[in-house]
């Protein structure tokens, strides 16, 4: 009888080796149990690669993108062979070259928003053609309440608010989103652009040239305050005097603007 009881304990040890079963351990009577899993052969999975092209939103909310060379060659895709047209710096107003950042790319390369029609136009530039600037702050413009609200980057936040005065149903002011191109302070603070014109990327749906230039809208100052709240304008974003002044330091060269109805 011992010699059979080893036999079927020999018998049950190969099994168990062979099949690779797991072996249960019983403590105390069988009330508690530890398992030893017999190690199981394991194929590691196939390794995908995953490629991320874009980063759409930089830390902080919004940068601007300067041009540090005398032409910035604007591409429709990062890495593509040629670009397809070359804007010079400074521009042919005699401005500094200046785009709004919309996404990180490719090592050496950004997509920006670029100054030219049609609007929200982008491309993508070499990054070492550019300095960027972080921006943190972004104007809402309302064509229908006939205001101008800057907010604290994405948040709701007020920073500053003020009427304005937009363009007439002939010549509206365009809808989108754009930024300030370039900020001029006026020498003559009495004329009709008030003491400062803060350029906007973005051209009339209407004119496309207006006063020796492409039709670019732009937010100024007015030497009619009185209009303030109106619909008067050729598209341009007017403001009073006092008001665009106080805008300035919220508003710098990269500062998105979106003009809603």
Sequence with gaps: MARRRRTLLVLVAVLLGVVGLTVVTLRGGGSEAKVEAAPVPTT??????????????????????HAVTSNVALYDSPGAPEPTTTLPNPTIERVPLAFLVKAHGPKGWLQVQINTRPNEATAWIHDADVSLQPIENRILVSVGAKQLTVFKGLSDQILFQAPVATGIERTPTPLGSFYIDVVVDLDYKGGAYGPYQLSVAGFSDVLQSFGGGPGQIAIHGTNHPELIGQSVSNGCIRMTNDDVTALVPFAPVGTPVQVIA
């Design 44 to 65: 590691a999975p196939p390794t995908t690669l995953a490629t991320t092209t874009t980063t759409a939103v930089p830390t902080p909310p919004f940068e601007a993108a």
